[in-house]
T-cell receptor, first 110, second 114 residues
Framework: KNEVEQSPQNLTAQEGEFITINCSYSVGISALHWLQQHPGGGIVSLFMLSSGKKKHGRLIATINIQEKHSSLHITASHPRDSAVYICAVTFSGSARQLTFGSGTQLTVLP | EPEVTQTPSHQVTQMGQEVILRCVPISNHLYFYWYRQILGQKVEFLVSFYNNEISEKSEIFDDQFSVERPDGSNFTLKIRSTKLEDSAMYFC????????????FGPGTRLLVL
């Protein structure tokens, strides 16, 4: 079965800490997305990547296709980064359908 | 910045009633999607739509669901006879192209079936 696993499920950090959230998937993909979901429920796309690394501000996303693994890093974390971070993939052979991980609840304390 | 909009933001309905959830995708986007998230669970894919027809659908998207693009701007999800288990947040999304394009999500419609 095509699955997406995230870890950790919950993460609490102090402001300023470097944060890493991990995502692994079971079979080949054509793209991987990192999304942010705020307490009100809205979903914002952070990154879409199929290889290598992308950076936007304090956020960095990496992917290792051979190991079927991706990481989302947040440098100099801030309380406003508190949200659920979700990994979602488009499996090869499934043209556009996103399969979602269960999310990582991040809380950054001041 | 263009965004996906959804109406209503909240809907309460009785079991067995029909509901229509509405979405206005970003204007130059070509692919449209519906997802749902039952409270406390993962987001799940329902259906994708391109060129006025369903492109992909999940097992969840059975005969009680249908989608339509009735005009050049709206994209709707209809649930014919709602069940208690249809209570969820429903998200619409759109993208310029398909597989390797960012999907832009609307704010969601929270549906409660009583």
């Amino acid at each position: 079965k095509n699955e997406v696993e995230q870890s950790p499920q919950n993460l609490t950090a102090q402001e300023g800490e470097f944060i890493t959230i991990n995502c692994s998937y079971s079979v080949g993909i054509s793209a991987l997305h990192w999304l942010q979901q705020h307490p009100g429920g809205g979903i914002v796309s952070l990154f879409m990547l199929s290889s290598g690394k992308k950076k936007h501000g304090r956020l960095i996303a990496t992917i290792n296709i051979q190991e079927k693994h991706s990481s989302l890093h947040i440098t100099a974390s801030h309380p406003r980064d508190s949200a659920v971070y979700i990994c979602a993939v488009t499996f090869s052979g499934s043209a556009r359908q996103l399969t979602f991980g269960s999310g990582t609840q991040l809380t950054v304390l001041p | 910045e263009p965004e996906v909009t959804q109406t209503p933001s909240h809907q309460v309905t009785q079991m067995g009633q029909e509901v229509i959830l509405r979405c206005v995708p970003i204007s130059n986007h070509l692919y449209f999607y519906w997802y749902r998230q039952i409270l406390g669970q993962k987001v799940e894919f329902l259906v994708s739509f391109y060129n006025n027809e369903i492109s992909e659908k999940s097992e969840i998207f059975d005969d009680q669901f249908s989608v339509e693009r009735p005009d050049g701007s709206n994209f709707t999800l209809k649930i014919r006879s709602t069940k208690l288990e249809d209570s969820a947040m429903y998200f619409c999304a759109s993208s310029l192209a398909g597989t390797q394009e960012t999907q832009y999500f609307g704010p969601g419609t929270r549906l409660l079936v009583l």
